[in-house]
């Protein structure tokens, strides 16, 4: 089945700098991946997302690319603020959502 | 337009009592899922339904059961409640998943304590 792994587990950045979260799949069949974000307390929600036939897309300040050769796939967040803070989970959909275990992300101001 | 909504939002219980876990969307979907999160393990699939009148197991069906009501409502239920599902579960849908699978949405969470 599909396997997931998600790094770092816990980035820290100042105000303004990039943060980026890569993740790993192993199905070849996967063919979705979108990203979430999970405040304290709450549900995740998605924030981006990109098919297998697409190796970038970005909105605003979120990035996503995809290289399905490495099976491979990234986050970027661009002049990060402090209501960047929470944890960041990527999947690979084949077709039920796999999830990978989660980035913890700070913002210092 | 509430979206997924879930109730309790918290529950305590003692080992080997049952409950039911509600979950109801508003955004006429035909897929609905159970997850649960645990620390450092992410989000791991217990059961999900494709489409009303159909249910199938996920990565961590093992004491769960649900119920797919109607398009609407999907409930899980634990029959005799374990310390190991202690934990917060998530309802979500989506308009259909499999191929061409779409964006799911999260419902608020139920956390669940079991003594």
């Known amino acids: 089945g599909e396997n997931v792994e998600q790094h770092p587990s816990t980035l820290s950045v100042q105000e303004g700098d990039s943060a980026v979260i890569k993740c790993t799949y192993s199905d070849s069949a996967s063919n979705y991946f979108p990203w979430y974000k999970q405040e304290l307390g709450k549900g995740p929600q998605l924030i981006i997302d990109?098919?297998?036939?697409?190796g970038e897309k970005k909105d605003q300040r979120i990035a996503v690319t995809l290289n399905k050769t490495a099976k491979h796939f990234s986050l970027h967040i661009t002049e990060t603020q402090p209501e960047d803070s929470a944890v960041y989970f990527c999947?690979?959909?084949?077709?039920?959502?796999?999830f990978g275990k989660g980035t913890t992300l700070s913002v210092s101001s | 337009n509430a979206g997924v909504t879930q109730t309790p939002k918290f529950q305590v219980l003692k080992t080997g009592q049952s409950m039911t876990l509600q979950c109801a969307q508003d955004?006429?979907?035909?897929?609905m899922y159970w997850y649960r999160q645990d620390p450092g393990m992410g989000l791991r699939l217990i059961y999900y339904s494709a489409s009303e009148g159909t249910t199938d197991k996920g990565e961590v069906p093992n004491g769960y059961n649900v119920s797919r009501l109607n398009k609407r409502e999907f409930s899980l239920r634990l029959e005799s409640a374990a310390p190991s599902q202690t934990s917060v579960y998530f309802c979500?849908?989506?308009?259909?998943?499999?191929?061409?699978?779409?964006?799911?949405?999260f419902g608020p969470g139920t956390r669940l304590l079991v003594l």
């Open positions: 990109i098919r297998s036939n697409v």
């Open positions: 955004m006429n979907h035909n897929s």
């Open positions: 979500a849908s989506s308009l259909r998943s499999g191929e061409g699978a779409e964006t799911q949405y």
């Open positions: 999947a690979a959909s084949h077709p039920a959502l796999i």
